[in-house]
């Protein structure tokens, strides 16, 4: 199986003629079987593509559908409210949407373990689904600390997986629900030090 060493739009500007067909096979077969199910033939097939196409940019299933994930999931700047607890509320319930309400919801277990195991999938999956969603939540918290909402020295990596990794958490590990008002707690609990209490 050849190794993809780069991911469409790195190396070739075009990447593969069919990008687009790929996305939507990808996404159709993760809806329509689940991660395990899904095959990378069956993609190909789905996008009337050989499966060495896939294979030449995506050296795994993994591979394929984080990126897929990626392109496929909203993601963009955090909208400006003018309040700094708002915008990171916002963006936390776009996460919590990617990651219950799309084909994330059922891809994201079994891809997880994928990652651990096969050479280069967790890189790739963070290239292409976890960097842009970062990078927007660490420029809500510069606009914060800007406004003097947040201390200059806070550790923006850490606050990030405090608030991301328990929505991971919650969807992969205890399976605890993901309730209407977890986003507000949540932030009001790492800006403020407010003891959540049940909604």
């Not at 329509?32 to 499966?51: D, I, P």
């Amino acid at each position: 199986m050849p190794a993809a060493s780069t991911r469409p739009g790195e190396g070739d500007p075009a990447g593969p003629r069919d990008r687009h067909a790929i996305l939507t096979a990808t996404l159709d077969a993760l809806g329509e079987h689940g991660y395990q199910r899904m095959t990378v033939e069956g993609v190909a097939t789905r996008a009337g593509v050989h499966k060495a196409t896939l294979y030449r940019w995506w050296a795994s299933k993994g591979s394929l559908v984080g990126w897929a994930l990626g392109a496929g999931l909203p993601t963009g700047p955090v909208p400006d409210t003018g309040n700094t607890r708002d915008d990171l509320v916002a963006w936390l319930r776009g996460t919590i949407d990617n990651y219950t309400s799309t084909p994330a919801e059922s891809a994201l277990p079994a891809l997880l373990s994928d990652l651990a195991s096969e050479p280069g999938t967790l890189e790739g999956f963070r290239r292409s689904f976890l960097d842009a969603r970062r990078s927007h939540c660490a420029a809500t918290v510069t606009r914060g600390i800007a406004r003097g909402d947040i201390p200059a020295d806070v550790d923006v990596g850490l606050l990030m997986d405090v608030l991301a990794g328990t929505v991971f958490y919650r969807q992969l590990v205890s399976g605890e629900p993901l309730d209407e008002g977890i986003a507000e707690r949540l932030v009001d609990l790492v800006l403020a030090g407010t003891v959540p209490r049940l909604p």
